[in-house]
C-alpha cells in the first residue's frame, strides 16, 4: 500500500494515540519507526552497542512518559530527537569525567583537503567514535548537531572554555588519525 503524505501523517497521529492510551503494539510500532534515525544519532555519542541500546530506551520511555506533551504542531521526530538527545546528555554527563576547566584559545588547522575528500562516511564515523568519550560528545554536539559552545556547556555542566578545549583537541586528534591513514590516489 503506498502512503501519501496525508495517509503518512494519520498513521503516525494513530500511533501518538495508541501510545497515549499505553497500546503496547501502538508504542512498539513507533520505536520501530523511529528506531533507525535515534539509534544514528545516539552512536554518534556512544560506541558501545549496549551502552547506546539502554540510552536509547530510556530516550523512548522519557518520551512515551511525556507524550502528552506533544501538541501535534512542529516534526514529531524533532521533538522525538530532542528528548532522546536530553537521554543521551544525561548519560555523558554521568559516564564522563571532565578534566579541570581548561581554556585554551583555539588554533583551527586545516586538514589536506585532498585526504578529507578521500574518506567514507563510515571511516569517518569510526574516527570520531575512537575520540575520548568527553571530546566526542562536544565534538557531535557542537559539529553534527550545531549546539554552540554556551549550550555544550549548559547540557553537560562544563564551562565554555573546556567545551572550546575539546572541541579543539577532538580536531587536533582527529587529523591525526586522518594523516595516519596515509590515504594515496
Known sequence: MAYTATSQVSELEQLIHGCLRNDRKAQERLYKLFYPRMMSMVRRYIDSEMQAEEVMNNGYLRAFQKLSQYNFQGSFEGWL????????????????????????????????????????????????????????????????????????????????????????????LLKEKIEKLNLQY
Open 81 to 172: 530527537r530532542k528528548i532522546i538527545f536530553h537521554a543521551v546528555s544525561d548519560y555523558v554527563k554521568q559516564n564522563t569525567r571532565y578534566s579541570e576547566k581548561i581554556v585554551l584559545i583555539e588554533k583551527d588547522e586545516k586538514i589536506n583537503k585532498d585526504l578529507g575528500d578521500k574518506l567514507y562516511y563510515d571511516q569517518l564515523i569510526k574516527l570520531v567514535q575512537s575520540l575520548p568519550d568527553a571530546t566526542r560528545a562536544v565534538f557531535n554536539m557542537y559539529v553534527m548537531e550545531g549546539f554552540t559552545h554556551k549550550e555544550i556547556g549548559s547540557l553537560l555542566g562544563i564551562s565554555e572554555g573546556t567545551s572550546k578545549w575539546h572541541l579543539s583537541e577532538g580536531r587536533k
